[in-house]
């Protein structure tokens, strides 16, 4: 679990800011337009395009760059995204879920990133799925956010240093999140995660060429997220 968290820490931190910047408006415009292309285009009625939009708000999108991308939904009828999972391994037989928003099927994510890709299950065994939803710190007071979380549903709050994280089955995040709304008005991101059942010890020297690793594959057009089982924690 921390490890989930320091690894979310360690991505934003690294790299250079406006490439990171724009490489993460592009990755929330995609799943802006395919989730008001598969469902209402009012984000009151569409909880995955209201989410999508939370989310771009959170990463300081432009609200042109919010209306482009859903207008594009309507344009590109002919192009359809599909969400895809790959499984595999890292370096030091790390287990890696990447999760893609593509229209291109043959993608060699894995290989070109020097792992190796598994079948579907190979990797995932070693995860939970969770639904968990991001506040910042600035929304709500650590007592409010625990008895909230409690009245609403959720399984567990976890406080990290800026945010709270509130999580709870995969099947009930919508309805978690609904109630949350009541009081709350401002998310960082409100997304099904993979989270690691064990996390897996890399040595020091070897540290680094696995953080290039799961970049590599972050830095890809497609994928929208990468799961794993690295323990940053103990380095």
Request: charged letters at 30%; hydrophobic letters at 35%.
């Amino acid at each position: 679990m921390s490890g989930h968290s320091k690894w979310a820490s360690i991505k934003h931190s690294k790299g250079k800011a406006d490439k990171q910047r724009s490489k993460i408006f592009s990755k929330l415009s995609k799943e802006i337009s395919v989730a008001a292309k598969l469902g209402d285009k009012d984000p009151d009625m569409n909880p995955r395009l209201r989410s999508a939009i939370q989310a771009a708000r959170s990463a300081n999108m432009p609200k042109d760059n919010i209306e482009r991308a859903i207008d594009k939904s309507s344009v590109n009828t002919e192009t359809n995204f599909e969400n895809l999972r790959y499984e595999g391994f890292g370096p030091d037989k790390i287990a890696v879920i990447v999760e893609a928003l593509t229209d291109n099927k043959n993608r060699t994510i894995f290989q070109k990133s020097g792992g190796n890709l598994g079948t579907q299950g190979s990797a995932s065994h070693n995860f939970n799925q969770l639904g968990i939803i991001k506040i910042d710190k600035k929304e709500i007071s650590e007592e409010q956010i625990f008895e909230l979380a409690i009245e609403s549903g959720a399984d567990e709050c976890i406080t990290n240093d800026n945010s709270y994280e509130i999580q709870c089955s995969m099947s009930e995040i919508y309805n978690v999140k609904k109630n949350l709304e009541k009081i709350i008005a401002n998310f960082i991101s409100t997304e099904i995660e993979w989270i690691p059942l064990n996390n897996v010890d890399v040595k020091k020297d070897r540290l680094e060429g696995a953080i290039e690793f799961l970049e590599t594959l972050e830095e890809d057009d497609d994928v929208q997220n990468v799961y794993s089982n690295i323990n940053l924690e103990s380095n």
